[in-house]
T-cell receptor, first 117, second 108 residues
Framework: GAVVSQHPSRVICKSGTSVKIECRSL??????MFWYRQFPKQSLMLMAT?????????EQGVEKDKFLINHASLTLSTLTVTSAHPEDSSFYIC?????????????FGPGTRLTVL | QKEVEQNSGPLSVPEGAIASLNCTYS??????FFWYRQYSGKSPELIMS????GDKEDGRFTAQLNKASQYVSLLIRDSQPSDSATYLC????????FGKGTTLSVSS
């Protein structure tokens, strides 16, 4: 499958700090990137969708001023969790969608586990 | 509201058996369907995609699609303990719409 990298894989930070997570599609151009969050034993929750060069579209209930998304190129998207608090502790997963074999397929990065103390 | 429904399980099968995972979706015009496997603490991994009615086979995995019944399934033949994971059914829209996942446990 296609490769999507995510960095860092794990971060522990103090309450009130900001955390930046990078997501890169390594072997295809991602027309669209998605950011998901997953709490323990729960399903994936879509936070936002971003297209290269455009503002991200946030799902209902996701604060756009808290979760800043930048999709600077067809291979890079970043999520910044601003002023993180313990309730933001979660598993954040990016996903990139691109065209392969005539169809759009979506691949996931390995995820970033965020712990806010 | 577009929905994807899966039985949460757990589905338990002995090693070597066939595991059958089922999924229904609500949006009749959906065209693209995917199965992802997620191990505990890891991100989802795409294992099958299917776009046309019928069966699609890839190794031990067979995906089946019936658009008239709005039904997608995944069969895993010769199940192995390493297949124990949560299997997510997803339907393509603006973004993928995921079911809650079915937990599969394969006992040796």
């Amino acid at each position: 499958g296609a490769v999507v990298s995510q960095h860092p894989s794990r971060v522990i930070c103090k309450s009130g700090t900001s955390v930046k997570i990078e997501c890169r599609s390594l072997d295809f151009q991602a027309t669209t990137m998605f950011w998901y969050r997953q709490f323990p034993k729960q399903s994936l929750m879509l936070m936002a969708t971003s297209n290269e060069g455009s503002k991200a579209t946030y799902e209902q209930g996701v604060e756009k001023d808290k979760f800043l998304i930048n999709h600077a190129s067809l291979t890079l998207s970043t999520l910044t969790v601003t002023s993180a608090h313990p309730e933001d502790s979660s598993f954040y997963i990016c996903s990139a969608r691109g065209r392969r074999g005539g169809y759009n397929e979506q691949f996931f990065g390995p995820g970033t586990r965020l712990t806010v103390l | 509201q577009k929905e994807v429904e899966q039985n949460s399980g757990p589905l338990s099968v002995p090693e070597g058996a066939i595991a059958s995972l089922n999924c229904t979706y609500s949006d009749r015009v959906s065209q693209s369907f995917f199965w992802y496997r997620q191990y505990s603490g890891k991100s989802p991994e795409l294992i099958m995609s299917i776009y046309s009615n019928g069966d699609k086979e890839d190794g031990r995995f067979t995906a089946q699609l019936n658009k008239a019944s709005q039904y997608v399934s995944l069969l895993i033949r010769d199940s192995q303990p390493s297949d124990s994971a949560t299997y997510l059914c997803a339907v393509a829209g603006t973004a993928l719409i995921f079911g809650k996942g079915t937990t599969l446990s394969v006992s040796s």
